[in-house]
């Protein structure tokens, strides 16, 4: 009886003790706070990368030397994807380190999830807290193991708050070089191909204005919808993208995304192979570098969602090829007519079907 006794006092005695520790973690503590600290975040991705070993760059040689490749390749570029309105000019390219790419990337991070946690302001408490340091964590992470491995970066500028922000066309000096040094590739030709890439994204913005337009329309109804939804599970919901509406809107913007990054990837190597002497030596290099992963490598890209959307690239320049292949680029440029001529999703997997439907061809 007396154990009995004292189990139950130990039982309640633990529990009492849980429900003071619970309380205490929810109790307020004044004021309200965002779910993300964009400068602890800074501060842990900066750590990781500076602890990673990284070869010395000069920054301003590189970004000359990118200029002048960049200029002597926009004629053949234009002559291969079309020609820019006389009104639109491409934008000139900027050596970055590692740390000056994490800070391109936080400031366009926080133009699109600021309006989010502007609106998402929680009570400040022991829970919140921790759950910040977590999300805080995990984007420092993210953006320190992808400050590693990027290479070069376009950015339109959506949902600039500048409304006369230039565009940015980005190498990331610091990477390019420590690839190129254990790969043992050509510098020149290296840059020169990723330069092709980068042009080629920038040229697709230039060319066709609506493609901005159409984007930053599709980001502000999902961030709309995240913060307009009314509860916090609404919210969350909504920008998950599993309303249907949302749903359908995501699904378009994958689309287009996946042909944006294909048909680059298509130039890139298309005109590459014509104006490269190493070009094939550079693409085995890249595929290489793909299938060299780690088994922690390959575990985060899963766990972040990123090996998917590597994949829907994948589709999107198996996809640019084949149409290429069979109609060549006067059709596949078709594309860039407007939203509607943009691929789906499921046309990305059946090419031929995109192209009776572009060409107005009937079964």
Same mark, same amino acid.
């Given at each position: 009886?007396?154990?009995?006794?004292?189990?139950?006092?130990?039982?309640?005695?633990?529990?009492?003790?849980?429900?003071?520790?619970?309380?205490?973690?929810?109790?307020?503590?004044?004021?309200?706070?965002?779910?993300?600290?964009?400068?602890?975040?800074?501060?842990?991705?900066?750590?990781?990368?500076?602890?990673?070993?990284?070869?010395?760059?000069?920054?301003?040689?590189?970004?000359?030397?990118?200029?002048?490749?960049?200029?002597?390749?926009?004629?053949?570029? #234009?002559?291969?994807?079309?020609?820019?309105?006389? $009104?639109?000019?491409?934008?000139?390219?900027? $050596?970055?380190?590692?740390?000056?790419?994490?800070?391109?990337?936080?400031?366009?991070?926080?133009?699109?999830?600021? %309006?989010?946690?502007?609106?998402?302001?929680?009570?400040?408490?022991?829970?919140?807290?921790?759950?910040?340091?977590?999300?805080?964590?995990?984007?420092?992470?993210?953006?320190?193991? #992808?400050?590693?491995?990027?290479?070069?970066?376009?950015?339109?500028?959506?949902?600039?708050?500048?409304?006369?922000?230039?565009?940015?066309?980005?190498?990331?000096?610091?990477?390019?070089?420590?690839?190129?040094?254990?790969?043992?590739? %050509?510098?020149?030709? #290296?840059?020169?191909?990723?330069?092709?890439?980068?042009?080629?994204?920038?040229?697709?913005?230039? $060319?066709? %204005?609506?493609?901005?337009?159409?984007?930053?329309?599709?980001?502000?109804?999902?961030?709309?919808?995240?913060?307009?939804?009314?509860?916090?599970?609404?919210?969350?919901?909504?920008?998950?993208?599993?309303?249907?509406?949302?749903?359908?809107?995501?699904?378009?913007?994958?689309?287009?995304?996946?042909?944006?990054?294909?048909?680059?990837?298509?130039?890139?190597?298309?005109?590459?192979?014509?104006?490269?002497?190493?070009?094939?030596?550079?693409?085995?290099?890249?595929?290489?570098?793909?299938?060299?992963?780690?088994?922690?490598?390959?575990?985060?890209?899963?766990?972040?969602?990123?090996?998917?959307?590597?994949?829907?690239?994948?589709?999107?320049?198996?996809?640019?090829?084949?149409?290429?292949?069979?109609?060549?680029?006067?059709?596949?440029?078709?594309?860039?007519?407007?939203?509607?001529?943009?691929?789906?999703?499921?046309?990305?997997?059946?090419?031929?079907?995109?192209?009776?439907?572009?060409?107005?061809?009937?079964?």
């Amino acid at each position: 009886m007396n154990r009995s006794v004292r189990s139950a006092a130990i039982f309640g005695l633990l529990a009492g003790l849980a429900t003071v520790a619970v309380a205490e973690a929810v109790r307020p503590r004044g004021g309200s706070g965002l779910l993300l600290d964009w400068e602890d975040v800074r501060r842990r991705a900066r750590s990781w990368l500076a602890s990673s070993s990284a070869p010395p760059v000069d920054l301003a040689s590189a970004e000359h030397q990118y200029r002048l490749m960049a200029a002597q390749l926009q004629g053949p570029l #234009l002559k291969f994807v079309g020609a820019v309105p006389k $009104a639109a000019s491409l934008p000139e390219f900027t $050596a970055l380190d590692r740390a000056g790419w994490l800070d391109l990337n936080l400031d366009i991070l926080r133009r699109v999830v600021d %309006p989010i946690l502007e609106k998402g302001r929680l009570p400040n408490s022991l829970v919140v807290e921790a759950g910040r340091a977590g999300l805080n964590h995990y984007v420092a992470f993210l953006l320190a193991f #992808l400050g590693r491995r990027v290479l070069g970066q376009y950015d339109p500028q959506l949902l600039g708050t500048e409304p006369m922000s230039p565009d940015g066309l980005y190498l990331v000096e610091t990477n390019v070089e420590e690839w190129g040094r254990k790969a043992e590739l %050509p510098g020149e030709d #290296l840059r020169r191909w990723l330069i092709l890439h980068e042009m080629t994204h920038a040229w697709q913005f230039a $060319a066709h %204005p609506w493609l901005k337009d159409y984007m930053e329309s599709s980001m502000r109804l999902l961030l709309e919808s995240a913060t307009k939804a009314g509860p916090a599970a609404a919210r969350v919901a909504a920008f998950a993208g599993v309303l249907p509406a949302q749903w359908r809107v995501m699904r378009q913007m994958q689309g287009t995304m996946s042909f944006v990054e294909g048909y680059s990837n298509l130039v890139m190597n298309e005109l590459g192979s014509t104006t490269l002497a190493s070009f094939d030596r550079l693409e085995e290099a890249y595929r290489a570098r793909g299938r060299s992963r780690s088994v922690v490598e390959i575990l985060i890209w899963r766990l972040t969602g990123l090996d998917l959307k590597l994949q829907q690239y994948q589709k999107g320049e198996a996809f640019a090829k084949a149409i290429y292949d069979a109609h060549g680029m006067d059709a596949l440029n078709r594309a860039w007519n407007g939203a509607d001529s943009m691929p789906n999703l499921d046309e990305l997997a059946d090419p031929e079907r995109w192209y009776r439907r572009i060409a107005g061809v009937r079964n």
